[in-house]
């Protein structure tokens, strides 16, 4: 199961974004990879150590909406391989 995260800002790094989702998740999270942090497409992958589909909407629901450094983020439950292709941008 994986959670993708987007609408992180421009101003936050991969090691940012990546040590944020880290604490977030806890045990739950497998890996986080960030793309094209530092710009306003940028969006995070946190494969999850879960293979039920309910935790990973519930984890999706818990960070959406959270802040990083101020700005609101959104957040949603993918199975594997469902990710949407990285390189179109996720309208907020």
């Known amino acids: 199961m994986n959670v993708r995260v987007w609408n992180i800002p421009e101003s936050c790094s991969e090691q940012d974004v990546r040590a944020f989702l880290q604490h977030e998740l806890g045990h739950y999270a497998k890996s986080v990879t960030v ?51 990285p390189r179109h941008k996720q309208d907020s």
């Open 35 to 85: 793309y094209e942090a530092g710009t306003a497409n940028a969006y995070a992958i946190a494969e999850l150590n879960a293979d039920l589909p309910y935790i990973g909407d519930v984890i999706a629901q818990q960070l959406h909406g959270k802040l990083l450094d101020g700005v609101v983020l959104q957040a949603s439950a993918a199975p594997f391989g469902d990710e949407p292709d």
